[in-house]
């Protein structure tokens, strides 16, 4: 089997795996949704691949759902500043201190691993989640292999399934992106309709 048939045929099995998850799904939207309700806003961090989903993915619930919506990462001086001055691991906790997170907010998670303390991967993500839990913010979250920091500690969190061992990071990330875009169209979210 060649490589585009592999690709295709595993994004089918995880899409199929996704469809016994639509609960976890249904309640991210929801918090989604009960966040806006209140007045509250949605900060969705990512690193790496991620942190470009999360800018994509800004756009979509800000355009089609009317959420006040932000990523640090679109702020790549201070997201620099930060990690040049105060180092990698607080570089979300600091962006999200100053936007004054609080109990009304939303924390949404992209991220491959999820974060992992033992193995010290992702430990901005960790520390986020560990800040918005103090505050008392939601915490939603699109991860992959067994989700990790993420998975354990989340409110809501859809773990994409491991198929193929070669394929985590992009097949994680493109599903991040089948996920967010089924949540910005649910009926319960979407106000705005889309050019096409």
């Not at 994004?11 to 991210?28: A, G, H, T, V, Y």
């Not at 962006?95 to 974060?115: A, T």
Request: charged share 20%; net charge negative; glycine share 10%.
């Amino acid at each position: 089997m060649g490589h585009s048939e592999n690709f295709l045929i595993t994004s089918s099995r995880i899409l199929e795996n996704l469809m016994m998850q639509f609960p976890r799904i249904d309640k991210m939207i929801d918090i989604v949704d009960s966040t806006r309700a209140r007045g509250g806003r949605l900060f969705i961090i990512g690193v790496g691949g991620s942190a470009g989903n999360a800018s994509h993915a800004v756009n979509d619930f800000r355009k089609l759902c009317n959420i006040e919506t932000y990523a640090p990462t679109d702020n790549v001086s201070e997201l620099t500043a930060r990690a040049n001055d105060e180092g990698l691991d607080t570089i979300f906790t600091g962006w999200l201190k100053v936007s004054r997170l609080n109990s009304d907010d939303c924390l949404f998670i992209l991220s491959v691993g999820g974060g992992n303390i033992e193995r010290k991967v992702s430990l901005s993500i960790v520390n986020a989640i560990n800040f918005a839990k103090e505050r008392g913010a939601s915490i939603i979250g699109i991860v992959g292999r067994d989700g990790g920091y993420t998975a354990k500690n989340a409110d809501a969190c859809v773990v994409i399934p491991t198929i193929d061992e070669q394929l985590v990071t992009p097949q994680t990330e493109g599903m991040q992106a089948v996920i967010w875009h089924l949540m910005v169209s649910s009926p319960k979210l979407q106000e705005n309709k889309t050019k096409w």
